[in-house]
């Protein structure tokens, strides 16, 4: 590798996980381009998303200085991802009271249910079945809607505007795709505004009305934390979950095992390892810090490559294989630490009902459609497949 490491050549990258072993090789930081540093390893990435001298709320800042005044601007400067104590401890805590471990549970059945009916309804053209389409994309859609209560009739509308926004967070971004995220937010937020404004009007037994009246301490969200963070669960709660399926069930057809039921814990979180669907997280050094015996002077933008980091053999033997119940930590899929993905229950049980029902109506689906490789896109720090083509018949 000549030079320091892009993060922009992801999107070039058939297969990025030699790059990022030949990267963790280097040693515990490596540099990267644009006086970066970035850390490969599982133990350098669990240090730093739990050191609380890193900080994310820098992140908001430089990406809300690149855009104008407007919804996109408001959303980066209070998203939660981006948020540091005070504030993140306190927005997080009232988003406890309203996102709920039994809220989640209540919803899987009606999950599962769905799942069945998006895979019996799927087309099959010429002994294949197209999954991203027609399940991957439609079902974490339709979960989200239907956890928040936002209407079927704005569903496909909003997720449409959530993925327009998503160039906005890549490592470099063009005018055009600037320009069309600033738009989109624009639209999302007047949607999204006019759902809040009619749960505080009619309060309904769903997630946009717990978040209007959560409270604790007498604090409640402010109208623009509100609107931050409901735009924010609305778009990782789909994107991630939908590539996460689609990188995943890529990956069992990968070596042409037989599919098997049960898709159970041990299985998800061996798919959630291996088919990490956000490559990669920032933080900030708030002061100098020693990682792994190297100095990260303040101010210095580290890139936590969770990928990698899942994939790291100091800690996971053969760690490109496919063995559930393995040994070893947990992946770092959903990040670590403070700010620790507030959906991932919910995303691994969205995998598992989509997985399950696809077996149980598949279970001799094999690779299949065009020679090579899917198509997969790498947008910001987000890989997923355009399409996942399976054999059937």
Same mark, same amino acid.
């Given at each position: 590798?000549?030079?320091?490491?892009?993060?922009?050549?992801?999107?070039?990258?058939?297969?990025?996980?030699?790059?990022?072993?030949?990267?963790?090789?280097?040693?515990?930081?490596?540099?990267?381009?644009?006086?970066?540093?970035?850390?490969?390893? #599982?133990?350098?990435?669990?240090?730093?998303?739990?050191?609380?001298?890193?900080?994310?709320?820098?992140?908001?800042?430089?990406?809300?200085?690149?855009?104008?005044?407007?919804?996109?601007?408001?959303?980066?400067?209070?998203?939660?991802?981006?948020?540091?104590?005070?504030? #993140?401890?306190?927005?997080?805590?009232?988003?406890?009271?309203?996102?709920?471990?039994?809220?989640?549970?209540?919803?899987?059945?009606?999950?599962? /249910?769905?799942?069945?009916?998006?895979?019996?309804?799927?087309?099959?053209?010429?002994?294949?079945?197209?999954?991203?389409?027609?399940?991957?994309?439609?079902?974490?859609?339709?979960?989200?809607?239907?956890?928040?209560?936002?209407?079927?009739?704005?569903?496909?509308?909003?997720?449409?505007?959530?993925?327009?926004?998503?160039?906005?967070?890549?490592?470099?971004?063009?005018?055009?795709?600037?320009?069309?995220?600033?738009?989109?937010?624009?639209?999302?937020?007047?949607?999204?505004?006019?759902?809040?404004?009619?749960?505080?009007?009619?309060?309904?037994?769903?997630?946009?009305?717990?978040?209007? #009246?959560?409270?604790?301490?007498?604090?409640?969200?402010?109208?623009?934390?509100?609107?931050?963070?409901?735009?924010?669960?609305?778009? /990782?709660?789909?994107?991630?979950?939908?590539?996460?399926?689609?990188?995943?069930?890529?990956?069992?057809?990968?070596?042409?095992?037989?599919?098997?039921?049960?898709?159970?814990? /041990?299985?998800?979180?061996?798919?959630?390892?291996?088919?990490?669907?956000?490559?990669?997280?920032?933080?900030?050094?708030?002061?100098?810090?020693?990682?792994?015996?190297?100095?990260?002077?303040?101010?210095?933008?580290?890139?936590?490559?969770?990928?990698?980091?899942?994939?790291?053999?100091?800690?996971?033997?053969?760690?490109?294989?496919?063995?559930?119940?393995?040994?070893?930590?947990?992946?770092?899929?959903?990040?670590?630490?403070?700010?620790?993905?507030?959906?991932?229950?919910?995303?691994?049980?969205?995998?598992?009902?989509?997985?399950?029902?696809?077996?149980?109506?598949?279970?001799?689906?094999?690779?299949?459609?065009?020679?090579?490789?899917?198509?997969? #896109?790498?947008?910001?720090?987000?890989?997923?497949?355009?399409?996942?083509?399976?054999?059937?018949?």
């Amino acid at each position: 590798m000549s030079g320091p490491f892009d993060p922009a050549t992801l999107r070039t990258l058939e297969d990025p996980f030699p790059t990022y072993a030949t990267l963790r090789a280097h040693g515990p930081v490596a540099e990267l381009a644009g006086g970066r540093s970035g850390v490969f390893a #599982h133990a350098t990435a669990s240090f730093v998303l739990r050191d609380p001298r890193f900080r994310s709320g820098t992140l908001g800042f430089l990406y809300a200085a690149t855009l104008p005044p407007g919804a996109l601007h408001d959303e980066m400067s209070r998203r939660i991802n981006f948020l540091d104590p005070p504030d #993140h401890p306190r927005v997080r805590g009232l988003v406890a009271k309203a996102f709920t471990p039994r809220r989640v549970k209540d919803l899987r059945p009606w999950v599962d /249910a769905t799942a069945r009916r998006l895979v019996h309804e799927l087309p099959i053209v010429d002994g294949t079945v197209e999954l991203m389409t027609g399940l991957a994309h439609q079902l974490p859609s339709l979960v989200i809607s239907e956890l928040l209560g936002v209407p079927v009739e704005v569903r496909d509308q909003l997720t449409e505007l959530s993925d327009a926004i998503t160039p906005i967070f890549g490592t470099s971004v063009s005018a055009d795709d600037r320009a069309t995220a600033v738009a989109a937010a624009e639209v999302m937020h007047a949607v999204l505004g006019t759902e809040l404004d009619r749960r505080r009007a009619e309060p309904s037994d769903d997630l946009l009305t717990a978040l209007v #009246h959560a409270e604790e301490d007498g604090e409640r969200l402010s109208h623009p934390e509100l609107m931050s963070l409901v735009a924010t669960l609305y778009s /990782a709660g789909h994107r991630t979950t939908r590539d996460l399926f689609g990188n995943g069930f890529a990956r069992l057809l990968q070596d042409g095992a037989p599919l098997s039921l049960p898709v159970d814990a /041990a299985v998800i979180e061996e798919i959630t390892r291996l088919a990490t669907p956000t490559h990669y997280v920032a933080r900030f050094a708030s002061e100098a810090v020693d990682v792994g015996g190297v100095r990260v002077e303040a101010g210095t933008p580290v890139m936590v490559f969770l990928a990698a980091a899942n994939r790291d053999p100091d800690v996971y033997e053969r760690p490109d294989g496919y063995e559930p119940g393995r040994s070893g930590p947990p992946a770092l899929s959903f990040a670590l630490g403070p700010h620790f993905c507030l959906g991932a229950s919910l995303a691994r049980m969205e995998v598992e009902a989509m997985m399950t029902a696809v077996i149980d109506r598949f279970p001799e689906a094999t690779a299949g459609g065009a020679p090579g490789s899917p198509p997969w #896109h790498q947008r910001g720090p987000f890989r997923g497949l355009d399409a996942l083509t399976v054999t059937v018949a």
